[in-house]
């Protein structure tokens, strides 16, 4: 009937959360976020991965820049079982902070109180 009606092939969706974008790609029509290389495997920006070898090890990629974070891990039980394949840190029956005995997900006070660290008995 005459009428023509054009949509942007672009979706806005990926440039969320993205300070980083790379204009004028020559074989695509629309800007995208900067993605991430590591040891020679392309990452995309906002994805969080795990080290094949040392699973405390966790990488994070956003807008190009590379993040690594080492996760360490408190152990208040004396006879501890070794983590899953997989899984960082070893595991205890219920949690032992002080003289204090917690269970599975329950929150443990700290009587020296810091607004960053929330623990869980895991």
């Not at 949509?7 to 900067?34: G, I, M, P, W």
């Not at 983590?83 to 029956?93: A, I, K, L, N, T």
């Amino acid at each position: 009937n005459g009428r023509v009606v054009c949509k942007e092939k672009c979706q806005y969706s990926h440039r969320k959360n993205c300070y980083f974008l790379l204009y004028d790609q020559k074989r695509s029509c629309c800007n995208v976020c900067k993605d991430c290389f590591f040891n020679g495997t392309k990452h995309e920006s906002g994805t969080i991965w795990t080290d094949s070898i040392d699973p405390c090890r966790t990488f994070s990629c956003e807008s190009g820049v590379l993040t690594e974070a080492k996760n360490y891990c408190h152990v208040p039980c004396r006879n501890p079982h070794p983590p899953p394949p997989g899984e960082c840190c070893p595991s205890c029956e219920g949690c032992t902070v002080g003289e204090r005995m917690y269970s599975e997900n329950e929150e443990i006070d700290i009587t020296e109180t810091d607004p960053c660290v929330k623990c869980i008995c895991q």
